[in-house]
């Protein structure tokens, strides 16, 4: 299952609001792989593509298609307000703890 915290369903909303994409939802896709897991992308979305999972949030949807769906089930999406890595949402698997070459320390 995917854990959307509640400042990320804040941010999702005020970012829908200030693109006048109210009623819009949020594709997630799969957009690579790294040492530290599955990389992810989004973008607005106004409704589900065939074939693509809907995934209800507190006032909009996320859709992605099944192997984004896998590869989302243990991550936690977050709001981020860092001053070296910058504001936004990130997608993290609570199981990978990262690599060496990322300042992981798994490799």
Do not use: H, W
């Amino acid at each position: 299952m995917v854990t959307v915290t509640p400042e990320a369903e804040k941010f999702i909303k005020d970012l829908l609001e200030k693109n006048e994409k109210v009623g819009y939802g949020i594709k997630i896709y799969l957009s690579g792989m790294s040492c530290s897991g599955p990389q992810f992308g989004m973008s607005f979305q106004e409704k589900a593509s065939e074939g693509e999972k809907i995934v209800k949030g507190n006032g909009f949807d996320f859709f992605c298609d099944d192997k984004t769906m896998r590869a989302l089930e243990p991550c936690i999406i977050e709001f981020v307000d860092d001053p070296n890595f910058g504001t936004g949402l990130t997608i993290r698997d609570p199981n990978v703890k990262g690599c060496g070459s990322c300042g992981g320390g798994c490799c």
